[in-house]
């Protein structure tokens, strides 16, 4: 689903929960204000939710480089690539400023 920002956002940022074998390297992760112009995000490793395994925290961020007329539309997009473990995604939290 699309996000109607109130005001034009210039940056874009990401939490991904998963479990990810092989870390991110079998996908890439990109946001966009204009349903068009997607900016890639790199993740950053933020360790696990609990303990040493399991689920685990990927944050990043991102400028945002599309229009932003007539309408600003957020949405974010995960794109495997070779996907040769096993991951799960369990949620995505998409944020601007």
Known sequence: DTFTANSTPSTAR???FA????????FTVSATRDNTTYNAITLTDEGYVTGSS???VFTGSTPLTGSA??????RW???GSSLTGNNK???VSLQWA
């Open 14 to 16: 990401i939490v991904v």
């Open 19 to 26: 479990e990810l074998p092989d870390g991110t390297s079998d």
């Open 54 to 56: 399991g689920t685990k």
């Open 69 to 74: 007329s007539p309408q600003v539309q957020l």
């Open 77 to 79: 997009k995960i794109v």
């Open 89 to 91: 995604i369990h949620g």
